[in-house]
DNA sequence: ATTTCGTCTTTAGAATATATTTAGAATCAA
DNA sequence: TTGATTCTAAATATATTCTAAAGACGAAAT
């Protein structure tokens, strides 16, 4: 794997090299935005590890870049501290991952494995629709940086929406995916419109109005 | 440098010390967790290569004795699976790394000079999250400076939680850190609420209130 | 356009599930 | 043995999920 390390923290950025060396891995290093930004405009890497806190220009320079040539290259961002804001401020710059100092090295690797395992399987640790954004490390979802109070059926509710995002899921489609083989409930699906009912509620409140009805079929979340 | 070999399969046990010696280095071994606990309590190795799944006795015991005797081994812990489960937990239990059957020789060699070169970044002295600080070296916690009466329990409760943190932790997975395959234990998890209770009057007295509740879920470590 | 019927929305609250807290018994370590 | 720690058990508290029922809406038939 070929991975861009963008830390000028130097110790930790030869810390890491060396670790991820040593399993045979190409490492290059970037000591400040500019040069994180040339690299990775021109390079393919698996995997970019950006610490956003780096002295010199800003994060989103180089995850702007990223995107606009079309990279697709793996993004863990360091973060100095784990405030709110922060972990907001990576959900937003569209990484797949964050890890916050200090870190064990080993907790790092697997955090590059889970985002390398990701690309084949497509779950992701960070999801968005527009103004929402699911971390689903810590089960939370956010629309327009605030974090919603949640149940856990309604945040599962959202995630299977999210995740299949303009398709028409029957209320059989949900209740199997969120209830299983749960068969005392699947005689009738009037729950699901509480469900439904309370999601929608709280998105709506939020000016968000993205779970449209199929009448007859189910429902499907989409841009109104 | 010193090393302690603890690894039954005796053909591997003997081509490790084999490898290691060619390069100069002390090499003792163990064969089962008895011999491994009682050398890694009296003598000072610079690493302690240890496989998880030697026929008697639990892995824990090694690493809590080295713990309770502050012994700054390094440790790499072969494990003969590699599921994530198993890699989280021989973190949690306090090793340096792992590294999974079957392996190259020069891989092993590589970590263990990634274990050696680390003790300087990361290496897992003090974790931090905002006003608390753990010096894991004498398994201590402060906050503002101030040392915190922590029984094991609730320390390692903290531990797993800042090195989780922002991330929601079921019950059954701290259970399964804290208490490793303690079976008789894993049933209910009522026991849990208790040492939850216990923690977060320590933390709250000193006006730290981390820890959520993720009705359903589990409980995360978080800024509130 | 009106009726009709099945489908959906909404609300309130009952039932259930989950979490907190306390006290004390069992266990462990010094 | 003693004191600290850990676990058990039970009460209390809180949050979530589901049920039920009344009304609104959509679509098809008249």
Redesign the interface.
Known sequence: MKYLIAEDEL??QQ?IV??LQ??GNICEVASDFGEASEKAAIYDYDVIILDINLVTGSGLDVLKTLKKEKKRAGVIIISA????TD?LEGLDLGADDYI?K??????LN?RINAVLRRGKYGGDEIMEFNEIKI?T???TAYIDGKAMAL??KEYDLLVFFISNKGRVLSKEIIAEHLWGDDSDLLDNFDFIYVHINNLRKKLTAEGAKYIKTAYGSGYKFIED
Chains 1, 2 share one sequence.
């Open positions: 110790d930790l810390s060396t670790y040593r399993d501290n784990n405030s709110l972990k916050t200090p870190f064990h090295l080993a907790e697997s971390d490390k810590s089960r149940t856990r």
